[in-house]
Every structure is written in C-alpha cells, then in structure tokens.
C-alpha cells in the first residue's frame, strides 16, 4: 500500500466498469486523476496537499502501480499497455475517453456526498483531457487540465486535438461560457502538451486561464513539480468549490 496507506480504499462501478479509489479528507470534493507511469507516491503527495488545504480528495488507480514507485522497466511495460489499451486511447483523434461515463458518475457521487457548488477534477499528462469529458457533467464546477499530453502530437491534428468528439467539445464551450472556467497548467517549453492550450483558447476564449510555467519539463504537480502550479491550482480549487459558492 505504501503511501496510500492512510486512504479509505473502496471501489467505484458505473457505465459497466468498476475501478479502486482511494479517499480522504473533509471537505468539498476533488478527484486527482493520475498520470503514467501510474499512481505513484508523487500523486499520492498532491493528494495529501489538497487534504491539507480542506477537500475531500478522491483518487482513482486507473493503470500501473498505486502508492508505490515503479519497479525497473515497469513504466516502460505500463506505456506499451496504454498503447494498446481500450479505456486510454493515445492516438485517437476526435474521440472521448471510454472511462467518461464512469468519471461522471464519479464526480456526481462526491457531489452528492459532499455538498457545495460542485466538485473539481485535476487531470494530469495521459489523463489531463480527462478533465474536460467530466465537466459537460453539472456536478463538476472546477476542471483543471494539467499538461495534456494525449493524443500524442504525432502531426499537427494530434498536437491540436483536445480527445474530445464534437459533441462533448461544444459541451466544454457552453459550461465555460455559463460560468465554468477551466484552469490549464504546463510547462512552456514541454512539447507533449503540443497545441492544445492554443485551441482552449481559440474556442474558450477568457474562460479558459492557461498558467505557463518558465524552465524545462512536464509534470506540473509531482515528480517535475513547480510551486506556482500547485499554489494556482489549489487556489482555483479553493475559489470554484467554496460553500459559498464560485
């Protein structure tokens, strides 16, 4: 168990999939997803902040280890897997995840469980769109994307596309335009999130908030971390999920 060792372990099934959940905390809800190699004790520590900070956090173990590092050439066996893996498409274009049915009613779970305007989703690397499928969901008021590094920018189609299909895009457009922001955050030089920011922007215009870090590389909130993105994301947390309301 490692690192998780103090979380509430339970099981989550909906939209016939079933995946283990870790919880802890008091407080408005905040799903982490994860990112690849998997759910390491550098999420697991984003996690323990967001506790700390007042939120009842929720994560999910969706591939690779939980609450461990991994064991020499397991990230490589973890990103093979991924490749061929029905649940986390990393090439397909145009396309929403198979796991947003299972996310929303998730998110819509921790809602009811928990109160307030709504709960956040963080979505990091391989997971970072992820936020974006949960929030054409009304019970996610605070989505955070994370450097969205799917689909892999293999050209310039792939480098643009948010792995959203139409529909759920024009979704995202219509909650951001009612009142729901979306905050992004990456590295300004990492070249996994490819163009992804630049079409936030062109179809969400001042609704979506990009923070774009100076220096090199790519995980935001763990094993690269930077203090400003995790000060910015728990700050948008905090201001979207307040009782009070956003």
Do not use: N
């Amino acid at each position: 168990m490692g690192a998780l060792g103090s979380w509430v372990e339970d099981e989550h099934r909906a939209d016939g999939r079933g995946a283990t959940t870790y919880r802890k905390g008091d407080g408005p809800g905040v799903v982490v997803l994860h990112e690849s190699p998997g759910l390491t004790p550098e999420v697991v520590a984003f996690g323990e902040h967001l506790v700390a900070a007042g939120f009842t956090v929720v994560l999910p173990h969706l591939f690779g280890p939980a609450g461990r590092r991994p064991r020499p050439g397991e990230a490589a066996v973890v990103i093979s897997r991924l490749c061929v893996s029905r649940e986390v498409s990393l090439f397909a274009t145009g396309a929403t995840t198979p796991l947003a049915g299972w996310l929303r009613d998730l998110c819509r779970s921790l809602h009811a469980a928990r109160g307030g305007p709504g709960v956040g989703v963080v979505g990091m690397c391989v997971t970072g769109g992820y936020a974006l499928a949960a929030m054409t969901d009304p019970s996610v008021a605070a989505p955070v994307v994370a450097q969205p590094a799917v689909p892999v920018p293999l050209g310039s189609g792939r480098a643009a596309d948010l792995g959203l299909d139409p529909a759920d895009l024009d979704r995202v457009a219509e909650r951001a335009a009612a009142g729901c922001p979306v905050l992004g955050v990456r590295y300004r030089t990492d070249v996994s999130t490819g163009t992804r920011f630049e079409t936030l922007r062109d179809r969400l215009g001042d609704d979506f908030v990009a923070v774009e870090l100076p220096g090199r590389g790519h995980a935001t909130l763990t094993a690269d971390l930077h203090p400003v993105a995790v000060e910015r994301v728990t700050g948008f947390l905090v201001e979207r999920l307040s009782p009070a309301g956003p």
